[in-house]
Every structure is written in structure tokens, then in C-alpha cells.
């Protein structure tokens, strides 16, 4: 599983710009579900058809990874640019971005040798060694994305775009691993989440599930110093109660719970007090739907180095897996 | 002249009856079909010249302004008011207004310079601190002729600056009066698909018209046409002007609430540079439009903005180049051929 994770975050894709991603995903689940699609928006959906006695359930977990667009390009060959969802200012000096076409930037600040402030927007820039505008091997408009390389620390992985390959990686084990049971199950690997959970939107009105489920990673309070939190790593997937965007279905919750319990997987319970997933805007979709989160807990979200234990990994593809191969009582 | 009739008719978000009434006018001539739906969108159908096409395009102007909303009296006889849609206060300040459908006209009030302290006199009062003046000695006065609830709208006249070879225009409400006449325009052509062409209302307030027309016309994809922020004053920072004035149609790559469809946006841009049509991307990720909306409708529409560069937007009074919106018309009619 871990040469499929390796493959997924090191993938490039910003928001809009998935495709190497939907190629990587649509190559490993080829011939292992019953059919496989991708919607105008670019969401790729793969179904796992069940025998016709249990409900339509859809899991979405995001593709797209945050970065930046270039803005301008000055005379000198710098560039401006602007985040592509929640980037932090605080993480940007000195890191690294990688354009479509392979260039490699460095983000620099102005007047670096005497402001060590935090940066606003308009005082940050990404230097691509050109000397001149004409010499930019990028232009207005073009999007980059960290470029940080897997690493295998043993119990835990980091890497950039943990949020959300992470998740990604899970749901397309689950697919493989789960048992074709009553359920007709809908693997979403969405776009444009990073941005308001856009590609989850339209492929629920798509799908029209009876019950949904995002995965995706929640940020842990488990650090030196760290405001605590009602998650950490390793200690198994936590079932998200709620966060800022969606207060979860208890039917599912439950639903989640119950199984974890009968399996004997250990979980946590989350209760998150800012951001949100999918399942914001698939719990919307057309007349509603009951949705959950499946969450992977996850330290220095939005960095270009997002931590993940290996346990939590694999027990959320076990707990996913059993999800889906039983019948759905809420 | 079109562009006059749409910049000076009235249409606050929410109360868009004079503008669509000017637009449908307008419009009824060039369309198979013309209707308004609950939400007051102008919805205009004109049926392809391939039966067999199939295909649905939808081009959306919002015909709504931002102004104000009549919200209380106050004893003197002067007005209290609520911003409907983006306003800075600062524009706000000794600006003639007209309020209501009997179009009472008002000033924007503040108490003069003689009675602000001298370090008060730089900084901006909050619109809560403003009033409305009608010329009211009390409130009873101002409620014969004024309700709660009244839209008010900037009084501003429009006008076209041509001494010297120069080919601007200066009103109100470009943003997206100046993609209303684009659209007009654009219904005069002939397409194999069938086009509808939406007017649609609320933009200001969160992309709402846009959101329920998307709805009923399902179209396969969407093009927005835009009024958009141009700041090209002087500079001495090299970094980004969103849009220049006079450097043609400004094409959207993402903004705050969309990222353009790949397709549509390098068939904008191939188009523009094979015909020789000038053009500029919009260099910032700033702003939303009516696309936000409808790129999410049902299962998802490829979309994209094109928009005439306007100085000063959202304010009483602001400016476009008529040759940027002649460039407008040019670059979307021939893109569409291309579709």
C-alpha cells in the first residue's frame, strides 16, 4: 500500500489540475470495479456494484492538493501569486513549488535580509531562475504545488498532499479489500475540494446517494505545546461528530461507531472546531443526505509536510471495508 | 445608443424591474423565446441553425447593481440606509441618490468640514454614521414620501468622453450593464446550438439569479460576461494590475469563486490570438461571479468569465473603453463558432 501512497502524493494536482492523480487512481482500480467514470468537473467515480438489496453509498475523498497561481510576472522574472485555497503565509519562505511543466520555483520574500515578520501576500514571490519576464518558463494563470518527496519514517509517513491521497490511498484499498455485499458503492475521488468542496457537490447531484461518506484528514492537537484536541495519531480513524461545515448524520455516526466496535477496531471521536470536508456539500445535495467522515488523523495539515501514522492508515481501510461490505442500518 | 439605456436604468439586486424591462425590450426582437422565471431572471432562447447540434450554451449577464436600502427615519427627516451588495463607505460620502420606484431623489449627507475636527477630516466615517437627506423637515415628512424597504440607486448620468480620438465611456453600473450589452450584441449572431441568454438577477448578493437559472436551462456549458475591477493607475510596485483599461477583454483563470474549464479558457485565448484580438487575463485571484454558480449547477458546467475591464466598480460612477467591450463582443462571437 505503500508504493500506492508514494505514487498518489507525489502526484501533482492543485485544485483544478488533477489529472495525473485521476490517471494514478483510474490505472490501480482498472478491472477491480464494475465501472469507472469521470464527470465534466473531472471527479472520477468507480462503482462497486452490489447484489440490488442494500442502499446507493457514495465515498469522497479529494484529489486536488492546495498550491498557488502566478498572478504576474515582473520585469526581472519573478513571479506573483496568490493561494489556491487555505495556504498559510507562515509556510511559505524558502519551500519549494512545482509547475505543470516541471519547473521548479523557490518562494522568497521581500527585503529578506532585514524583515522576518510573517508575510502578507502581496510581499511574497516565486523565483524560477529566470533574469528577465521572456526568460519565465511560466506565465499568468499557471498553478504549482508543493514539491516535497514521500518519506517513510517507520510508524509514520509525511509527505505533502497527505490531504487528502492519504484518503485516497483508503478508499481505493477499500475498494479492492471490501466485500461485494448488499451495497451499490460509490468510490468519488473528487476535485476541487481545497477550494469549497466543489467536485463533491456536483457528483452528488450525480449520484444521488441514500448515505454518504468523505475521508479525509483532520489536524491533531497532539504536539509540543499544541491547543489539544479531541484526536491524535495512532490511536485509529477517528468518526467525525462534527465540524465547522457539517454537524454529522447520527444515524451514520453511529452507524460508524457500531462497526468499529463490532470489528474491534480502535477509534477516537472528533469534534473539529474549523474547516470541513466533501460531506459539507454532499449532505446538501438535491433533497439531502445522511453523511458522515471518516477522518485520518494528521499533523501539520496545509505544510508541505503532513504527517500520518501507518496504523491509522491501515486500520481506516479495515474499518471502511467492513463499512461497506454489510448491510446499512441507521 | 444601448449602452446609455442600460447604464442609466435602475436595477438594485432584488428590485431589477427597470433594467429587465429595458433589456427585454431589447432583447425580445433577437430571441425565439423570452421569459422571466421566480427569481426575475430574463431567460431569452434563440434556437440553433443545426437542429441536430443538440447542445445547450448559456451567456449570463447580471442585470443587478449594487445601491442601498431605505432601513430607518430619523428625526431631522433624514434617511437611514443599508448597502445591498460591496460598497467601500468612502465612495458613499455627497452622492446623489434616487429612492424608491417615484425616484425621490437624495443626497448622501455628512456634516461639513467646518464641524470635523482636523484629524478627523482624513479618515472615512462609516455608512452607519451617513445619512440620507431628501429635504425633510421630520420624519412624518420623510414618510410621505419614502417607505422602508425603498431601493436607492446612484443618480448618475451616462456619457461618452470622445474629444481627442478617445473612445470611453463614464456611468454607472458597468459592472454588468457593460456584459448586459455585450450579451444584447451577442443574440444579434447565429449559432448552430441553441443559446440562451440569461439576465440574471442578485449577483451582488451571492450569485443567486445565476444559481436557479443554471438550474432550469441545464445548459452544457457557460460563458459569463463581465464588468471587472481594473486598477491601472499609476504604480511604481511592478506586481499585478488585475485589468488595464484599452488592453482589451479580460479572461478569468480562477477566481474566488471558480476555477475557469480548461477547454473554454484556451478557446478563449487560441481564439483571441489567431483573429489578431487583444486580450488580457484578469491577474488576480479576486472576486466572484454569476460563473461560481453555475459551474456547480446539477452535475457540473464547464465555464468561464470574460469581462470588460471598468475602473472604479462598485462605486457611483465608473469608466470602460468602448473598444474593450467592441473586443468583447468580437472575441466571444467568434469563440462560440468554435465551441
Known amino acids: 500500500m505503500k508504493t500506492l501512497i508514494k505514487s498518489l502524493v507525489e502526484a501533482w494536482g492543485p485544485s483544478g489540475y488533477e489529472g495525473h492523480v485521476r490517471t494514478t487512481l483510474s490505472g490501480y482500480l482498472a478491472g477491480q470495479v464494475d465501472e469507472i467514470r469521470t464527470d465534466s468537473m473531472g471527479n472520477l467515480i468507480a462503482l462497486k456494484k452490489g447484489d440490488g438489496s442494500g442502499k446507493r453509498v457514495m465515498i469522497a475523498s479529494h484529489m486536488d492538493e492546495i498550491g498557488i497561481a502566478v498572478t504576474h510576472v515582473d520585469a526581472k522574472g519573478f513571479l506573483r501569486f496568490g493561494p489556491?485555497?487555505?495556504?498559510?503565509?507562515?509556510?511559505?519562505?524558502?519551500?519549494?513549488?512545482?509547475?505543470?511543466?516541471?519547473?521548479?520555483?523557490?518562494?522568497?520574500?521581500?527585503?529578506?535580509?532585514?524583515?522576518?515578520?510573517?508575510?502578507?501576500?502581496?510581499?511574497?514571490?516565486?523565483?524560477?531562475?529566470?533574469?528577465c519576464a521572456k526568460d519565465a518558463p511560466v506565465g499568468i494563470g499557471d498553478m504549482g504545488a508543493f514539491?516535497?518527496?514521500?518519506?517513510?519514517?517507520?510508524?509514520?509517513?509525511?509527505?505533502?498532499?497527505?490531504?487528502?491521497?492519504?484518503?485516497?490511498?483508503?478508499?481505493?484499498?477499500?475498494?479492492?479489500?471490501?466485500?461485494?455485499?448488499?451495497?451499490?458503492?460509490?468510490?468519488?475521488?473528487?476535485?476541487?475540494?481545497?477550494?469549497?468542496?466543489?467536485?463533491?457537490?456536483?457528483?452528488?447531484?450525480?449520484?444521488?446517494?441514500?448515505?454518504?461518506?468523505?475521508?479525509?484528514?483532520?489536524?491533531?492537537?497532539?504536539?509540543?505545546?499544541?491547543?489539544?484536541?479531541?484526536?491524535?495519531?495512532?490511536?485509529?480513524?477517528?468518526?467525525?461528530?462534527?465540524?465547522s461545515g457539517m454537524l454529522a448524520h447520527p444515524g451514520v455516526k453511529d452507524w460508524m461507531v457500531r462497526t468499529a466496535e463490532n470489528t474491534g477496531i480502535p477509534y477516537q471521536l472528533e469534534v473539529l472546531v474549523a474547516g470541513t470536508t466533501d460531506a459539507y456539500s454532499i449532505q446538501t445535495s438535491r433533497a439531502g443526505v445522511p453523511a458522515g467522515c471518516l477522518s485520518i488523523p494528521c499533523r501539520y495539515v496545509h505544510t508541505p509536510s503532513e504527517m500520518v501514522d501507518y496504523q491509522d492508515?491501515?486500520?481506516?481501510?479495515?474499518?471502511?471495508?467492513?463499512?461497506?461490505?454489510?448491510?446499512?442500518?441507521? | 445608443m444601448i449602452l446609455q439605456q442600460l447604464s442609466d436604468a435602475r436595477g438594485v439586486s432584488g428590485h431589477e424591474n427597470d433594467?429587465?424591462?429595458?433589456?427585454?425590450?431589447?432583447?425580445?426582437?433577437?430571441?425565439?423565446?423570452?421569459?422571466?422565471?421566480?427569481?426575475?431572471?430574463?431567460?431569452?432562447?434563440?434556437?440553433?441553425?443545426?437542429?441536430?447540434?443538440?447542445?445547450?450554451?448559456?451567456?449570463?449577464?447580471?442585470?443587478?447593481?449594487?445601491?442601498?436600502?431605505?432601513?430607518?427615519?430619523?428625526?431631522?427627516?433624514?434617511?437611514?440606509?443599508?448597502?445591498?451588495?460591496?460598497?467601500?463607505?468612502?465612495?458613499?460620502?455627497?452622492?446623489?441618490v434616487l429612492l424608491g420606484d417615484k425616484q425621490v431623489p437624495g443626497v448622501i449627507g455628512f456634516p461639513p468640514i467646518h464641524l470635523i475636527p482636523r484629524g478627523q477630516r482624513s479618515q472615512a466615517p462609516d455608512y452607519e454614521k451617513m445619512a440620507i437627506d431628501i429635504g425633510a423637515n421630520s420624519a412624518e415628512e420623510a414618510k410621505k414620501r419614502v417607505d422602508l424597504g425603498d431601493y436607492v440607486s446612484f443618480d448618475t448620468h451616462f456619457e461618452q468622453l470622445t474629444s481627442d480620438g478617445l473612445r470611453m465611456a463614464k456611468g454607472k453600473a458597468f459592472d454588468d450593464r457593460a456584459g448586459c450589452a455585450v450579451l444584447l450584441s451577442l443574440l444579434e449572431g447565429d449559432y448552430p446550438f441553441d443559446l440562451y441568454a440569461v439576465f440574471t438577477t442578485q449577483e451582488?448578493?451571492?450569485?443567486?439569479?445565476?444559481?436557479?437559472?443554471?438550474?432550469?436551462?441545464?445548459?452544457?456549458?457557460?460563458?459569463?460576461?463581465?464588468?471587472?475591477?481594473?486598477?491601472?493607475?499609476?504604480?511604481?510596485?511592478?506586481?499585478?494590475?488585475?485589468?488595464?483599461?484599452?488592453n482589451g477583454p479580460a479572461i478569468t483563470f480562477m477566481d474566488r469563486s471558480f476555477i475557469a474549464d480548461k477547454g473554454l479558457f484556451e478557446t478563449l485565448v487560441r481564439t483571441a490570438k489567431e483573429l489578431g484580438i487583444p486580450f488580457q487575463l484578469k491577474q488576480a485571484i479576486a472576486g466572484g461571479t454569476d460563473a461560481g454558480a453555475i459551474h456547480l449547477s446539477r452535475e457540473g458546467v464547464p465555464a468561464v468569465t470574460v469581462a470588460v475591464p471598468a475602473r472604479s466598480i462598485h462605486a457611483p460612477v465608473g469608466m470602460i473603453s468602448m473598444q474593450d467591450l467592441e473586443y468583447t463582443v468580437q472575441l466571444v462571437q467568434a469563440a462560440l463558432q468554435r465551441l
Open chain 2, 204 to 246: 451582488e448578493v451571492g450569485l443567486r439569479g445565476a444559481r436557479v437559472a443554471a438550474y432550469s436551462v441545464a445548459p452544457d456549458l457557460a460563458i459569463v460576461l463581465e464588468g471587472t475591477i481594473c486598477d491601472d493607475l499609476p504604480n511604481k510596485r511592478d506586481e499585478s494590475p488585475v485589468t488595464r483599461v484599452g
Open chain 1, 147 to 243: 514539491d516535497r518527496a514521500f518519506c517513510d519514517l517507520g510508524k509514520r509517513l509525511v509527505s505533502k498532499a497527505m490531504d487528502d491521497r492519504i484518503a485516497c490511498a483508503i478508499a481505493a484499498q477499500a475498494a479492492l479489500t471490501m466485500d461485494p455485499g448488499p451495497n451499490d458503492v460509490y468510490f468519488v475521488f473528487t476535485v476541487q475540494e481545497e477550494v469549497g468542496t466543489r467536485g463533491a457537490m456536483v457528483s452528488a447531484f450525480g449520484i444521488a446517494p441514500d448515505v454518504a461518506v468523505s475521508v479525509d484528514v483532520t489536524p491533531v492537537g497532539d504536539t509540543p505545546e499544541a491547543t489539544p484536541t479531541s484526536v491524535v495519531l495512532g490511536k485509529g480513524p477517528a468518526v467525525k461528530v462534527k465540524d
Open chain 2, 19 to 96: 433594467i429587465r424591462k429595458v433589456i427585454y425590450a431589447l432583447a425580445k426582437p433577437l430571441a425565439d423565446e423570452c421569459r422571466v422565471d421566480a427569481l426575475g431572471n430574463l431567460i431569452c432562447l434563440k434556437r440553433g441553425s443545426d437542429a441536430s447540434d443538440g447542445r445547450k450554451v448559456m451567456l449570463a449577464a447580471h442585470m443587478d447593481e449594487i445601491g442601498l436600502m431605505v432601513v430607518g427615519f430619523n428625526g431631522d427627516g433624514t434617511l437611514q440606509f443599508e448597502k445591498v451588495g460591496g460598497i467601500d463607505d468612502r465612495v458613499l460620502l455627497a452622492k446623489r
Open chain 1, 84 to 131: 489556491v485555497g487555505g495556504v498559510m503565509p507562515l509556510t511559505l519562505v524558502g519551500n519549494r513549488v512545482r509547475f505543470a511543466n516541471g519547473t521548479i520555483g523557490v518562494i522568497g520574500r521581500e527585503d529578506w535580509l532585514v524583515e522576518r515578520s510573517l508575510p502578507t501576500w502581496k510581499q511574497v514571490f516565486v523565483d524560477v531562475g529566470a533574469t
Open chain 1, 313 to 330: 492508515v491501515t486500520l481506516s481501510v479495515d474499518l471502511l471495508s467492513a463499512l461497506l461490505s454489510n448491510p446499512i442500518t441507521m
